[in-house]
């Protein structure tokens, strides 16, 4: 047993959680308190009803999220929103939420944890937010058919699957970019056309995302919004448990997308 202001502590000074400007529904840091001790962590991607159920049936007293409890907006707390709510505070168990200070953690984060999963070494930031990069890049000499193939068998594992934009036959990855969730944005798409980036790995992007990107010679990977985003929570919960010896289960609830 720990205590949840330790842990919630450790966590904000880690993902340098105070200084890393974000959405405003983010709320990054501890959501919601419990009563003070912690004996069980439970990871997800999303905060949700089949989440927090989940979480419950393990015994978990903190929930550590990336899309945390106000993602939706301002809601009426009626059906599953009071059912979340209920399960929670009758199980007390507090929920910690990180979005973009654990998407851009060196070590932790979803981004640098994707690039170690396609065996791509990052030499450098990509996709900037205000004052921070949220993703990486990096310069590389593998068939770009090999590497979504890569991504295809990584995205399998977490329930989900790759698309990509056209690839001609026998082009090559050379300079590559990284930004899990919904990182094919027209800022994202800009930048990388500004900076030379050829292949832009994501988890999904809008429908024109893929005509611009054709029309900027740039092939994007489409991994999965929800798959690109399970490796941060889940390596965040591993270090929580080895730092504060209490044992830690991830729960799995895919998306689809």
């Known amino acids: 047993m720990t205590t949840t202001a330790l842990i919630v502590q450790y966590l904000d000074d880690l993902l340098d959680t105070s200084s890393t400007p974000d959405f405003p529904n983010a709320l990054n840091g501890l959501q919601l308190a419990n009563d003070g001790s912690v004996h069980r962590i439970a990871a997800a ?20 999220v990336h899309h945390g409890m106000f993602w939706a907006g301002v809601q009426q707390i009626r059906g599953t929103t009071f059912e979340r709510l209920r399960t929670l505070i009758t199980r007390d168990m507090a929920v910690y939420a990180s979005h973009l200070p654990l998407d851009r953690h060196a070590l932790y984060g979803n981004n640098a944890l994707l690039a170690a999963e396609l065996g791509l070494e990052p030499s450098g930031e990509f996709a900037r937010f205000k004052t921070i990069s949220i993703g990486i890049a990096g310069e590389s000499d593998v068939a770009t058919v090999d590497l979504a193939t890569i991504a295809d068998s990584f995205a399998h594992r977490y329930g989900g699957s790759v698309r990509t934009t056209p690839i001609e036959p026998g082009r090559r990855t050379r300079t590559w970019a990284i930004c899990t969730g919904s990182g094919a ?55 929580a448990s080895d730092r504060f010896g209490v044992p830690w289960t991830f729960i799995e609830a895919p998306t689809g997308l």
């Open 185 to 239: 944005g027209t800022e994202t798409l800009i930048e990388a056309r500004e900076r030379g980036i050829d292949t832009l790995i994501v988890g999904e992007g809008p429908h024109h995302s893929a005509v611009d990107a054709d029309e900027s010679g740039i092939v994007v990977i489409y991994a999965g919004h929800y798959a690109t985003e399970t490796l941060g929570v889940r390596a965040l919960a591993a270090h």
């Open 45 to 64: 991607v999303d905060f949700s009803l089949r989440t927090v159920t989940a979480a419950a049936e393990a015994d978990a007293d903190l929930l550590i």
